[in-house]
């Protein structure tokens, strides 16, 4: 689908674009449609530059770690890619900080252009901040993308009235719920009065708490509606917050 508007609306501006593609997750049958081996992230490369038409992307990603494959295997691929031309730079996606860790050490020997780890992080879920992973990529001066910044929804004006039964919620996040729905929705109520104080929206603030800190160097928040996209993109207007509205979110956040 990106290849088709890619082709017909955004070719013009493919100077300006950063394009990125991740391989991990199945994309085709047997073995090597998933997970971090040479031949997975080699080939997947190769396949999503055909679908896009395009000669190179700007950040290629491991999607996710492979307890099967050698780590220095993964870095080595991902290296060599950039190498042949075909990525300017790579990521890596939900490693964790053990994880991270190691693999930087590869892309250092290697000289690999290393620039991000793509973790779900969102107001609600903190665990990028527990597990230390944070920490370790402004150590190493390089950033995160935050996946699910309004927690599939959770952290916009949708759910103010009460959070439905059948509230799915991504895999990565599940932990957000164990408080349960009436105490959560009682805090989503609390965030929103602090956000409304601010002239801002429940989303706009949620992706402006996450813009506010320099590991953070992007967002990629999921918008089937364009109004929400057009909310979304608002966020950037006002990304800094006072000490005492950060105390407040964190007292809300751990009440
Ligand atoms: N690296 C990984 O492993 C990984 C994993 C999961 C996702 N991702 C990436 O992250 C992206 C975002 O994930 P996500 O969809 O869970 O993100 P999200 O931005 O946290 O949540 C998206 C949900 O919020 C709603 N929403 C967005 N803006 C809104 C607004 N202004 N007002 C009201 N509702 C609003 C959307 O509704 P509508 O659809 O109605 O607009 C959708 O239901 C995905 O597209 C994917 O590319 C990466």
Redesign the pocket.
């Given at each position: 689908m990106f290849g088709q508007i890619y082709q017909a609306d955004l070719k013009p501006y493919r100077d300006e674009l950063v394009i990125t593609t991740?391989a991990g997750f199945h994309m085709w049958p047997g073995p090597y449609g998933q997970m971090s081996s040479r031949k997975t992230l080699m080939t997947a490369l190769d396949n999503s530059l055909k679908r896009m038409g395009l000669d190179y992307v700007d950040i290629f990603y491991s999607?996710?770690f492979d307890p099967d494959t050698n780590l220095e295997e993964t870095a080595m691929a991902l290296d060599d890619l950039v190498r042949s031309g075909k990525t300017l730079y790579v990521g890596i996606?939900?490693y964790d900080n053990a994880q991270t860790q190691e693999i930087i050490k590869y892309f250092h020997d290697f000289h690999t252009p290393f620039v991000v780890n793509?973790l779900?992080y969102?107001m609600l879920n903190r665990e990028v901040e527990e597990d230390g992973v944070l920490d370790t990529l402004k150590t190493n001066n390089v950033a995160t993308v935050a996946?699910?910044?309004?927690?599939?929804?959770l952290l916009?004006?949708?759910y103010l009235g009460g959070i439905p039964e059948d509230f799915q919620i991504?895999w990565?996040s599940t932990a957000v719920m164990d408080q349960g729905r009436s105490a959560l929705t009682q805090k989503l109520n609390q965030l929103n009065e602090i956000a409304q104080n601010r002239d801002q929206?429940m989303?706009q603030m949620a992706l402006a708490w996450l813009l506010k800190d320099d590991v953070v160097a992007s967002v990629?928040?999921?918008?089937?509606?364009v109004s929400?996209l057009e909310?979304?993109l608002k966020a950037v207007q006002n990304t800094t917050f006072t000490t005492d509205e950060l105390d407040q979110i964190e007292k809300i956040l751990h009440a």
């Open positions: 991740k999607h996710r996606s939900n793509q779900s969102n996946y699910g910044p309004l927690a599939e929804g916009t004006n949708r991504h990565s929206t989303a990629v928040t999921g918008a089937s509606k929400h909310d979304n």
